[in-house]
Structure formats: structure tokens, C-alpha cells
């Protein structure tokens, strides 16, 4: 090397430590910026949040994630609306969405959500020991001096304002000894990071218990109680955000398939679906919630809606025949549904094909055979003689030799053409037709999960069309139901849409949180240990386990020995109930088990000056009416007071002297039984003793 090479290579050396010195301390200089505009960004919203530790709010400030060594979480605030896990954002540059992703100044802020949204499930962990629900926990990323009011998936994006007025706005879910509890125990599970900083102008609001004070130690006994006791008083919104631990289990369990919940009436089997759902939504997923029953998909939307609305508009409620009606036509299939014209092709087919065959002197009611055709064979999607003649018929055990399944085929061919001849469809093609397309062209419908509730109505189309939208995905599909109480004739077996659901993917629920232990002993009675075919493919012969949670509740028996006699009593009840307070009446409900009485009651009742609505037309929201509808239109709904008038009509009506009417009974059976179970307090059960044929409006 050359002399004086060295020391100038030396020089370069010290010049380059010195050029990285400066850029680090420039990096520096940079990141103080960051953090304290971070940490004014921070006191600004505690300064604002501040304010509402007066109104029953408890504000947790710069707390430390349990498990990690430097993350913290800004702030915590639990109120009366819930709990709000809160990430503040003070941005040189304005927060951006775009394609569904969140960037500022070009570059992305994904990261950032990923890390709000694993401290939010933290907390939720938490807050499970407390048996409370995810759906009370919301993920807020604050922007100061913004205004925005986004939605990115399940976190909300807002501005200072927009925070106070989303937090002030929502309903109550959470009474202020829960607040309380729950603020203690989130407390203890993130410690404080340090001493929170707040602006002196701040501290005059600061309340008379200080936001890291821990609360009473809550015991989980005494908070399911407090609960308990509110969920009888109601809103709703109380009882949806604490769950049983088993239930609260199965919202957020991960199942590697198709999975099923069953469980006795009231066990709580829907709310967990609802909670389900939610909590599916706002990780992001699409659900579809399919019932069978018409009116049922828009009381649960409002009644989501309610609980939680962040994340509602993933998730589609629909029937099932809405939602084939929908896709055919979105396949450019128009819809030949036609009932009344399908009815009459039956009842034509019926004079040509059975009145005189041996069916008729079987079992002489054409309607059981309309559903023998409609149910099973359609129901099941039989295609031939021979397969109809080896299939078992689950649900119905009147027994068909091999010439009555021969005549049951020729009444459903000639049924089949007139329909063809006619152009039209009946419910069970529809569906039909679904799968069938479904089957050409599969789709997922965009869907990542499928709930179906009160599936033991579904057919077994039904069931395939929803494997066939699902697929065995993880969480892909969810079926709710309980056998038992099936109101549709007909039946299937999981293992025909090629489901084997077992282990710990087939749940049951155990506690009734409905009825008053009476309401369900008597509704029991009924069914008077009848056997039953379950989905798995089990005969229940024992009656359901069911654990009842105390609460008093009575049952009225109301004979009368004529139909006047009988509605006056009915009237002095309800204006006796209608006396108790102002809104009993909005709680009630009067179920029949024909849609002739249902008119006779509504117009009976308007003349009374009751206020009534028609089931047909209730969709959740909360009004001052009288509920009045068939007990198949109050499938899955419960009521404080359910009165029955003549109740025991449809168990009358059932005994027709054929072959059927033990199939026939067993329907009228269990749906008595679904309509005595929407019962919570009280069971009205209108009788007449004497007088006139089952089957005349003079008497029951
Ligand atoms: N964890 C809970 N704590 C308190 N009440 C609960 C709980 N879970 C459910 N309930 C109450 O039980 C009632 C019945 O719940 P849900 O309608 O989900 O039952 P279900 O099993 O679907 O009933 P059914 O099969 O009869 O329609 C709810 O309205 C609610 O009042």
C-alpha cells in the first residue's frame, strides 16, 4: 500500500460511520416525532373518552398485552354498550381504503389491522372466562384529527367524533355491576403498560373511582344469574351477549367439516346459530342463515341486527325456497312455481289414480298421500319404482306393502305429468331444480359458511343443496335442529346427502333457558314418550335430557263446554293480561293450529279493540301488538304468555280411523308441542268438553 493510504482509507471509514451515525440519528429524531405525536394522538382520545367515565364507562389506557415483551393496547373502554378495544392513529397522512385495503400516503396498513385485530381476539379470550360472547367486542382503530367512519371487515374506522357517537348510540348490552366485573377483570388480564398521561384538562372529569381501580371480583355463578334474571325481563340484547360455556364453545369453535347442534326446545340451539354467525362475519367471512320457515329469516336478521350489527351485512337470511327462486333466476331459470295450480293437478290426479286404488282403503285422507308423493318421493328425490320401493321412510311408520307403493308410484307419475302438461312446478321442484343446476354448474355462492336452522324441516334436496353450496370446507356448514320437533311430515337420514356428522362435530345442548319447568312438563306430556327418527338415523325412544333453569311460570286449563263459552274465557284472559301492564300484551301470542282460526281469533280480537297482528307479518321489531298465527308460523319465536285456544283440535282431528293416523298423530303431536314450548311464563290451554264434531268452528 502506498504511504499516506492508510489514513486516507481511514478517513472513508470514519466518514461513512459518521454518514450512518447521522442517518441514524435523523431515524431517530424521525420515530420520537412518531411516538409523541402517537402519544398527544393518544391523549387526545382518553381526553375525549374521558367524559364518558361519568355515564357508567370505564376507560383502560396504555395497557400491556399479556405474552409479549413491548406491545401494548392503547385502551380499553367497557360501557354499558360493550367492550371497544381501541387503536389510536395519529396519521401525518390520511387513512385511505382502497380495494379493501387500508393504506395512507400509497402505502399499506395492513399490517396494522392484523395487529388490532389479534389484540381483539385476546380480549375476547379474556372476556370467555366471563362466559361472555365475541359479539360484544369491537375493534376500533381511532384516526385524530380525521373524520372517517369506514368499515374494514369487523374493525370500525373513525374519526374522535364518530367514535363518541358510535359508542354513545349503540344499545345497552351490559347493566353497570356487569360493566363493572367485566372492566376488573380486562384490569387484571392487561396490566397497565404505564402511568396513563392525560391533559389537565381532562382530570376534572375524572370520576370518583379511578378507570384502573379494579372493580368487585366478579364471580361467574352470580354474573350468569344477574343474566338469567335479566334475560326474563328482557331486551334481548341482554341475554345475547352472555352464553353458557358450552354454548359459548361451539360460536367459536373451528370445525374441520360439516357440523350439527341439536338439543330440546329452548336449549339455546338458535342463539348460539345467531352468535355463530356473528362471529363468523366479523372474521371476515359470508354466511348464509336458511330456515325453512317463511317469516323466520327476517326476525333473525332484525334480531342479528341488534346484537351485532358490525358485520350484519355479511350475512344473508333467507328461506330456503327464496334463495333457490333467487339463484334460478340469477341462472336465467325462470321460476314455474305454481301452488294452486300444482294443488289441483294433486287433487286430479287423486280422482283418476287413487281415489279407487288401494290407497284409498288404506288411508282414505287424499292429503297424506300428497305428502307421501311430495315429501318423500320428491322429498328424497326418488327417481324410479324400484328405488322407491327399497327406501326406507323415515318420519312416517304407517307401512306400505310393495301394491301400495306400486299405486303410490302411478298416482305420482300421472301427478308428475299433469304438472308438465300444465307447465308449472310445486315446492318440491323448485328445489329440485336448484340442485340439479347446482349440481351442472357448482358454486359456493360466495359463501364461506352455511347455518341452517330448524333443519329438521329441510328435505333431503334441501339438505344436499346445501352440502352442494358448502362443500366439506372447514366451518362450512352448520345444521341446527331437534328432531323432535319436526311439524313437516317426511324425513331423511344425514347419511343419504352423504354426511357423516360424528364426534365432536355433532353437539347437543342441554339447558332449557325458555320455560317455566311446568310449561315444558306439560308440553311433554303430549308427546307422551312418542319415538321419534332423528337425523343421525337413530329412533329416540327415551325423552330428551333436559336441564331446566328455575324460574316460575304456571299453566292455565281453561275447559268450556261450548265455542262461546270457550272465546269468552279466552277474551277475559287476554283483557286481564291486557290490565296487568301496557305492554303484556306485545309479549303474548295466540297460536292455532289451522289458519281458519287464525282468522276467526284476529277478527274476534280487532272487535275486542286488542291490538293484533298476524304472524304472517311480524318481523322482529318490537311493537305494542297481540301476536296471532298458526303454530307452524311460531316455529323457532317464544313468548312471555302463549295462549292456545282448543288446543286440542288438532289431536282430534288427527284420528281419522286409517292407517295413517299414527303418522297423523304424531305430526299433530309434536307440533302441539313446538307450539306449547314458545310458551316462557304462562300457558293458556283453551278446551271444550262437549258438543259439536271435532272439525266444526261451533266447537273444538
Ligand atoms: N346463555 C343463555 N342465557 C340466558 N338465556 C338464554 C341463553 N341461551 C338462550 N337463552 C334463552 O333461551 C331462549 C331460547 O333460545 P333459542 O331460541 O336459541 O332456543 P332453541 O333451542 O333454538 O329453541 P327452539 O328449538 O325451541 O326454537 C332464548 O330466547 C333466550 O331467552
Known amino acids: 500500500m502506498a504511504a499516506g493510504g492508510s489514513a486516507s482509507a481511514q478517513a472513508a471509514r470514519h466518514r461513512e460511520h459518521a454518514q450512518f451515525l447521522t442517518r441514524q440519528l435523523r431515524e431517530a429524531h424521525r420515530a420520537a416525532a412518531r411516538w409523541s405525536a402517537a402519544a398527544a394522538g393518544e391523549r387526545q382520545v382518553a381526553a375525549a373518552l374521558w367524559a364518558l367515565t361519568r355515564s357508567g364507562w370505564t376507560l383502560l389506557v396504555d395497557r400491556r398485552w399479556p405474552g409479549t415483551a413491548t406491545a401494548n393496547v392503547d385502551m380499553i373502554l367497557v360501557g354499558p354498550a360493550g367492550v371497544y378495544v381501541i387503536d389510536v392513529k395519529n396519521w401525518r397522512d390520511a387513512p385511505q381504503i382502497v380495494d379493501g385495503e387500508l393504506s395512507a400516503a400509497g402505502r399499506s396498513c395492513a399490517a396494522e389491522l392484523v395487529k388490532l385485530q389479534a389484540v381483539t381476539r385476546r380480549v375476547e379470550d379474556a372476556l370467555a372466562d366471563m362466559q361472555m360472547s365475541p359479539v360484544a367486542v369491537a375493534p376500533v382503530m381511532v384516526f385524530v384529527g380525521r373524520q372517517v367512519d369506514e368499515r374494514l371487515g369487523r374493525v370500525h374506522l373513525v374519526g374522535i367524533h364518530e367514535l363518541l357517537h358510535a359508542v354513545t348510540s349503540a344499545r345497552t348490552r351490559l347493566r353497570s355491576p356487569v ?129 351485532a350489527p358490525a358485520g350484519s351485512d355479511r350475512i344473508e337470511f333467507t328461506s330456503l325456497h327464496r334463495w333457490a327462486v333467487t339463484f334460478l333466476t340469477q341462472r336465467g331459470i325462470p321460476s314455474r312455481l305454481n301452488v294452486a295450480k300444482a294443488d289441483d293437478c294433486f287433487a286430479r290426479a287423486w280422482r283418476t289414480h287413487g281415489r279407487h286404488a288401494c290407497l284409498a282403503d288404506l288411508e282414505p285422507s287424499p292429503r297424506y298421500w300428497e305428502d307421501e308423493l311430495r315429501h318423500v318421493i320428491k322429498g328424497r328425490d326418488i327417481t324410479s319404482l324400484p328405488k322407491y320401493i327399497a327406501a326406507p321412510r323415515p318420519g312416517r311408520r304407517t307401512a306400505l306393502r310393495k301394491t301400495h307403493k306400486e299405486a303410490v308410484w302411478a298416482l305420482y ?53 346445501l352440502h352442494a353450496i358448502s362443500g366439506d370446507s372447514p366451518n362450512g356448514l352448520l345444521l341446527i335442529g331437534d328432531a323432535q320437533q319436526a311439524v313437516y311430515p317426511g324425513g331423511f337420514r344425514l347419511a343419504d346427502a352423504g354426511l357423516n356428522i360424528r364426534g365432536g362435530r355433532a353437539e347437543v345442548l342441554h339447558v332449557n333457558y325458555r320455560n317455566a319447568a311446568p310449561i315444558m312438563q306439560a308440553a311433554l306430556n303430549v308427546l307422551d314418550g312418542e319415538p321419534f327418527d332423528d337425523i343421525d338415523g337413530m329412533t329416540i325412544t327415551a325423552p330428551p335430557a333436559i336441564e331446566m333453569t328455575y324460574h316460575d311460570g304456571r299453566v292455565v286449563h281453561s275447559p268450556a263446554e261450548s265455542r262461546p263459552m270457550h272465546d269468552a274465557a279466552l277474551r277475559n284472559a287476554l283483557h286481564d293480561l291486557a290490565a296487568q301492564s301496557d305492554d303484556a300484551l306485545a309479549d303474548a301470542a295466540v297460536l292455532c293450529a289451522t289458519k281458519r282460526d287464525v282468522d276467526h281469533y284476529l277478527q274476534m280480537l280487532r272487535a275486542q279493540g286488542l291490538p293484533v297482528l298476524n304472524l304472517d307479518d311480524y318481523d322482529g321489531r318490537p ?37 295413517a293416523d299414527i303418522d297423523r298423530l304424531a305430526l299433530a303431536r309434536r307440533q302441539l308441542f313446538v307450539a306449547m314450548t314458545r310458551a316462557r311464563d304462562l300457558l293458556w290451554l283453551g278446551s271444550i268438553t262437549g258438543g259439536a264434531p271435532a272439525t266444526s268452528m261451533n266447537g273444538c
Open 179 to 307: 360493566v363493572r366485573a367485566v372492566a376488573a377483570h380486562l384490569t387484571d388480564v392487561f396490566p397497565a403498560y404505564e402511568a396513563p398521561q392525560l391533559p389537565d384538562t381532562a382530570t376534572t372529569d375524572v370520576p370518583a373511582r379511578t378507570p384502573d381501580e379494579p372493580g368487585e371480583l366478579f364471580n361467574v355463578d352470580e354474573l350468569a344469574a344477574e343474566q338469567l334474571r335479566v334475560a326474563r325481563e328482557r331486551p334481548v340484547e341482554s341475554w345475547m351477549t352472555f352464553l353458557h360455556p358450552d354454548q359459548l364453545s361451539l360460536v367459536r369453535r373451528r370445525w374441520g367439516g360439516p357440523a350439527r347442534i341439536t338439543g330440546a326446545a329452548g336449549t339455546g340451539k338458535t342463539v348460539v346459530g345467531l352468535h355463530r354467525a356473528a362471529y363468523l362475519a366479523q372474521s371476515g367471512g359470508r354466511v348464509l342463515y336458511v330456515t325453512f320457515v317463511r317469516n323466520l329469516p327476517l326476525i333473525q336478521k332484525h334480531l342479528l341486527e341488534r346484537m
Open 413 to 465: 307419475e300421472e301427478y308428475q305429468r299433469l304438472l308438465n302438461e300444465r307447465g308449472v312446478q310445486d315446492f318440491p321442484d323448485l328445489l329440485l331444480t336448484a340442485l340439479a343446476e347446482l349440481r351442472r354448474h357448482p358454486t359456493d355462492g360466495g359463501y364461506t359458511t352455511v347455518i341452517a336452522d330448524e333443519v329438521q324441516d329441510l328435505t333431503l334436496t334441501g339438505v344436499r343443496i
Open 623 to 659: 311493537g305494542q301488538a297481540l301476536k296471532v298465527g298458526t303454530y307452524l308460523r311460531a316455529k323457532g319465536l317464544e313468548f312471555k304468555y302463549v295462549y292456545l285456544p282448543c288446543h286440542d283440535r288438532g289431536l282430534k282431528a288427527a284420528q281419522l280411523g286409517g292407517s
